[in-house]
C-alpha cells in the first residue's frame, strides 16, 4: 500500500514540477517578444525534442 502511494505522489509531484517549469518557460519567452501561442508552441517543441532524445529502458525479460 504505501509503495503505490509513494508511486502516486512521485508521480503527482513530477507532473506539476513540469507544469510549473513550462509555465515559467513560457512567461519567459512572451516577455522576450513572443506571442501567446508562439510561445507555447516553442515550450512544447523543446520538450518534444528532450523526450525524443531520452533513452529507452530495455526490458528485464531473458534472453536478447
Same mark, same amino acid.
Given at each position: #500500500?504505501?509503495?503505490?502511494?509513494? $508511486?502516486?505522489? #512521485?508521480?503527482?509531484?513530477? @507532473?506539476?514540477?513540469?507544469?510549473?517549469? %513550462?509555465?515559467?518557460? %513560457?512567461? !519567459?519567452? $512572451?516577455? $522576450?517578444?513572443?506571442?501567446? @501561442?508562439?510561445?507555447? @508552441?516553442?515550450?512544447?517543441?523543446?520538450?518534444?525534442?528532450? #523526450?525524443?532524445? %531520452?533513452? !529507452?529502458? @530495455?526490458?528485464?525479460?531473458?534472453?536478447?
Amino acid at each position: #500500500m504505501t509503495e503505490t502511494v509513494s $508511486q502516486f505522489k #512521485m508521480e503527482w509531484e513530477a @507532473k506539476r514540477l513540469l507544469k510549473r517549469s %513550462k509555465k515559467k518557460a %513560457k512567461k !519567459t519567452l $512572451q516577455s $522576450q517578444g513572443y506571442g501567446r @501561442k508562439e510561445a507555447s @508552441k516553442q515550450v512544447n517543441a523543446a520538450l518534444d525534442r528532450i #523526450m525524443l532524445n %531520452k533513452p !529507452t529502458k @530495455k526490458a528485464a525479460g531473458r534472453g536478447g
